[in-house]
Nanobody, 121 residues
Framework: QVQLVESGGGLVQPGGSLRLSCAASGNIFNIIYMAWFRQAPGKQRELVAR???????NYADSVKGRFTIFRDIAKKTWSLQMNSLKPEDTAVYYC???????????????WGQGTQVTVSS
């Protein structure tokens, strides 16, 4: 059973910083990519940042230059460093991974439970 657990959300003032972390546990054979999504009230869930096991990263245009995704393959953890936060970054943030649980199995998508990030003065 694969589990993803996020940590690090909270309330921050505009211009501030937060770091979100995600840890994967359980039967994991190979991680294809690790990602962060977010969902604001009344909006669809959107991709924030994604990084492959090889280290190639891509970002939503709205966060480029402000957010950075890191990963530690050996520890099965990844983080999202968020700087220069804006009120429009307020959302529930979800970690996500596309991985293979055991040799010979197909890759599947897994999600964390979500962590609230609120940017407000």
């Amino acid at each position: 059973q694969v589990q993803l657990v996020e940590s690090g959300g909270g309330l921050v003032q505009p211009g501030g910083s937060l770091r979100l972390s995600c840890a994967a546990s359980g039967n994991i054979f190979n991680i294809i990519y690790m990602a962060w999504f977010r969902q604001a009230p009344g909006k669809q869930r959107e991709l924030v940042a994604r990084i492959t096991s090889g280290g190639s990263a891509n970002y939503a245009d709205s966060v480029k230059g402000r957010f950075t995704i890191f990963r530690d393959i050996a520890k099965k953890t990844w983080s999202l460093q968020m700087n220069s936060l804006k009120p429009e970054d307020t959302a529930v943030y979800y970690c996500n991974a596309d991985l293979v649980a055991a040799p010979g199995e197909y890759e599947n998508d897994y999600w964390g439970q979500g962590t609230q990030v609120t940017v407000s003065s």
